[in-house]
């Protein structure tokens, strides 16, 4: 069983930065794709990042160039570093994650199946003010 937990939300300005973490409860994490999402109200859930079991990322036209995914595997956790904010980016952020099923292989070009990984933690909220 995985259990996910995120921390680190908050309020912030626009233009500043904020870190989310979040940590892994379970077995061979190394072994998992792992990947944040996010979903503002009324709207539907976008993936943002997703990192690869050989730390390979990838990121939504969105935030790319702004926002950077990185994993700890002897912490068992994962970051978020968001950089730049905007009120757009004002949202619930989740962590999610996905053990690779045929092959092995994480699909990292873009976060697109990162809503609909196998678990994923009960999120953290970021809101960024104009």
């Known amino acids: 069983q995985v259990h996910l937990v995120e921390s680190g939300g908050g309020s912030v300005q626009t233009g500043g930065s904020q870190r989310l973490s979040c940590t892994f409860s379970?077995?061979?994490?190394?072994?998992?794709?792992m990947g944040w999402f996010r979903q503002a109200p009324g709207k539907g859930r976008e993936g943002v990042a997703v990192i690869g079991r050989d730390g390979t990322a990838g990121y939504a036209d969105s935030v790319k160039g702004r926002f950077t995914v990185s994993r700890d595997n002897a912490l068992n956790t994962l970051y978020l570093q968001m950089n730049s904010l905007k009120p757009e980016d004002t949202a619930m952020y989740y962590c999610?994650?996905?053990?690779?099923?045929?092959?092995?292989?994480?699909?990292?070009?873009?976060?697109?199946?990162?809503?609909?990984?196998?678990?994923r933690g009960q999120g953290t909220q970021v809101t960024v003010s104009s």
């Open positions: 999610a994650a996905d053990f690779p099923k045929s092959g092995g292989y994480c699909y990292t070009v873009a976060p697109i199946g990162v809503p609909n990984f196998d678990y």
């Open positions: 379970g077995v061979n994490y190394s072994g998992y794709c």
